[in-house]
């Protein structure tokens, strides 16, 4: 099914509904602390919403926020820092989804 058939207004605005600039644009959009102050029902709509309209988003937002993206991520990855040192880690989502199951299992282990 062709993402933009729904003809959003957002999905105007990115070009989604020009064939020519289809092929050519990255369809990324970057969210910097992304739905800190969201449910997660509203996180996981959003995210629903840009995800029909063929965009590929890249969040930072906490661990804990990651429930949100459960029907729309197979991997993710992690950014931690110690001292001065950063560290990237990939993920698959089901390692995402295991982690916080533990969590919210054992919260005095976090």
């Known amino acids: 099914m062709d993402s933009c058939n729904n003809r959003m207004p957002l999905a105007q605005a990115f070009g989604c509904h020009d064939r020519a600039r289809q092929a050519a644009a990255s369809h990324l959009i970057v969210l910097d602390e992304a739905f800190m ?3 997660e029902e509203i996180a996981a709509a959003a995210i629903e ?5 063929g965009l590929q988003v890249l969040a930072a937002t906490p661990f804990s926020k990651l429930i949100a993206f459960r029907h729309n991520a197979r991997q993710v990855f992690t950014i931690t820092k110690k001292d001065v040192v950063s560290r990237g880690k990939p993920m698959l989502y089901a390692e995402v989804e295991k982690r916080l199951t533990a969590s919210r299992e054992h919260p005095a282990a976090q």
């Open 49 to 53: 919403i840009l995800s029909v309209m």
């Open 37 to 39: 102050r969201s449910s």
